[in-house]
């Protein structure tokens, strides 16, 4: 069983044997279930992999624009195997 410390701020630090056991990667989120009794499961946050987990995952990351048509246009290429 591994110890944390509470920092004033309440934030923990977890040792990165602990983050590479559960598969978690700098940048990436951890899921808390609370269960009664004081007790919580911890695990990785996996994508849901519905649209909702989808849509605005690249928002800010860039100044271009694409019209719908480009858009169609990407994803048919993307079908056919082309670049």
Do not use: Y
């Not at 989120?29 to 909702?52: F, H, M, N, T, W």
């Amino acid at each position: 069983m591994r110890t944390l410390t509470v920092t004033l701020r309440g934030q923990i630090t977890f040792r990165k044997e602990v983050l590479q056991h559960l598969g978690i990667k700098p940048g990436e989120k951890i899921e808390l279930e609370l269960l009664p009794g004081g007790q919580g499961v911890l695990k990785a946050a996996r994508p849901s992999k519905k649209i909702d987990g989808f849509l605005g995952l690249l928002a800010g990351r860039t100044k271009k624009t694409a019209t719908i048509d480009q858009i169609n246009k990407a994803a048919e290429d993307g079908w056919a195997g082309k670049k």
